[in-house]
Structures are given as C-alpha cells and as structure tokens.
Nanobody, 115 residues
Framework: QVHLVESGGGLVQPGGSLRLSCAGS????????RAWYRQAPEKERELVAI???????NYADSVKGRFTIGRGSAQNTFYLQMNNLKPEDTAVYYC?????????WGEGALVIVSS
C-alpha cells in the first residue's frame, strides 16, 4: 500500500511558477509509473504529465514546454515543476502512481492562477 501526499499548491499570478511535490509513504520504486492529473471546476480529470516505468515522459499538449515532471531528490518523491502558469491551469492537481495492476492517488493540491 502506498499513501501519496501532495504539497506545494497555492495562489500564483499569471506567468509565475510553482513546484508540486508528491511523497509516497511505503516507498516509490523505479519500476512504478508516476503521473500528475488535474481537475478544473466542472471539468473531467485529465492527465497532465507522466513518467512511465520505462522512464519515458509525456505531457498534455496544453502544458508542453511549461511543465516538467521528474523524480525528486528523495527516493520516495516526485515533482511537477510548473512555469509560465496561465489562468486555465487553475485546478486541483493529483499525483498518481501505478504499480502493476495497482493504482494510488493523492488527495489533491489546489493551484489557483490569478492576478
């Protein structure tokens, strides 16, 4: 069992940056796929970025060139670096981990991009 906890959300002005972190108690293995999803008000949850268990990264078209997903300095963490944020990036961001047939979700971190 893995318990995921996000941190780093908050309010930021358009054009600003935030870094979300996800910590997994019980450990995160290099063979795990890890991702960030987001859900804006009245919208479906969508995939933002993913590191596959093969180490490949993929991004939603809307965030390419602005967001970066990566493994954290601590073995049980990964992050989402968000630059040049736009109002349409406002959402609750969820970290996600897949280990074989098992999936785990964090509780979410609110990001608000507004002037």
């Amino acid at each position: 069992q893995v318990h995921l906890v996000e941190s780093g959300g908050g309010l930021v002005q358009p054009g600003g940056s935030l870094r979300l972190s996800c910590a997994g108690s019980g450990g995160i293995f290099s063979s795990d796929s890890r991702a960030w999803y987001r859900q804006a008000p009245e919208k479906e949850r969508e995939l933002v970025a993913i590191i596959t268990n093969g180490g490949n990264t993929n991004y939603a078209d809307s965030v390419k060139g602005r967001f970066t997903i990566g493994r954290g300095s601590a073995q049980n963490t990964f992050y989402l670096q968000m630059n040049n944020l736009k109002p349409e990036d406002t959402a609750v961001y969820y970290c996600y981990l897949r280990r074989g047939p098992l999936t785990f979700w964090g509780e979410g971190a609110l990001v608000i991009v507004s002037s």
